[in-house]
């Protein structure tokens, strides 16, 4: 009966969980299509999450369009195709690796921000201040920060696809020796609009997700400093483990047989 309890105790711990998160999305959701919009506070987020992620999306895409290309170079060595190395890479950063890549980055330094800030906050009591000076904390904190994510993560994806792709020109002409404007000519034919549109889906849901999970879980921190390192580890797993499951189902959305 004791292993039975505690596999009780766990699933409505879950459960609860469950339901304040649906609950938290829900109320943020509501208040994100209704007056008023803190715009200020928007502008600030987008500098936050789009400008200052660019250097970290841009260093990661790049070298990974720079593996990807050698890796791809050495697997078709025997073939000799210098047209399915540009196809792979372009297919490859633009469908998943720059979408996924940049969802990761920006969960590790924007989500754990996010929820070490509001965290602070929560602790701090200025969430309650906030409240006590007829200021919506939801709309005030929550709110800009859900849009700015939705919004400028699939603007880093774009970034993220062409600093990848062309990392992997770099390789491919530089150290491979490929002819440059017949790898340029076959990753423009083998660009699909259908990659570069699931690839921006999936960056814009990525967004959304992260910054979710760093306003949740620092909005519900307790405990002091513990509890805000506590909120922060939590946003970034949660956030991390979320992007690579609604990866998956996504990418069967699109490319389900």
């Known amino acids: 009966m004791r ?3 505690a596999i009780g105790r766990a699933a409505l711990r879950f459960l609860a ?4 998160l649906a609950i ?3 109320v943020s959701l509501s208040y994100c299509v209704r007056p008023p919009i803190y715009v200020s506070q928007i502008l600030r987020q987008f500098v936050e999450i789009g400008y200052y992620s660019l250097p970290v999306v841009g260093l990661t895409t790049l070298f990974t369009g720079m593996v990807l290309t050698v890796q791809t170079a050495d697997g078709f060595g025997d073939f000799s195709d210098e047209n399915a190395v540009a196809t ?3 297919l490859s950063v633009t469908r998943e690796l720059a979408p996924v890549l940049a969802g990761l980055m920006v969960a590790g330094r924007i989500g754990a921000s996010m929820a070490a800030e509001i965290g602070t906050m ?3 009591e200025q969430i309650d201040a906030l409240t006590t000076l007829a200021t919506n904390p939801y709309r005030y904190l929550i709110v800009p920060r859900l849009i700015a994510g939705t919004a400028m993560l699939p603007l880093l994806v774009v970034v993220g696809n062409i600093i ?3 990392g992997g020109f770099l390789i491919a002409v530089y150290e491979l020796g490929y002819n440059g404007h017949q790898f340029i000519a076959r990753s423009w034919d083998a660009l699909e609009t259908i990659g570069v549109v699931s690839g921006l889906v999936k960056a814009a849901v990525f967004g959304f997700l992260i910054a979710l999970m760093g306003c949740y879980h620092g909005y519900h921190s307790k405990g002091g400093a513990q509890g805000v390192g506590m909120a922060t580890t939590n946003s970034v797993v949660s956030a991390s483990i979320l992007i690579l499951s609604f990866n998956y189902i996504i990418t069967g959305l699109f490319f389900a047989a």
């Open 3 to 5: 292993f039975l309890r």
């Open 17 to 20: 969980a469950a339901g304040r």
């Open 24 to 26: 938290f999305t829900f």
């Open 88 to 90: 792979i890479v372009v």
């Open 122 to 124: 929560r602790v701090t």
């Open 164 to 166: 990848g792709i062309f």
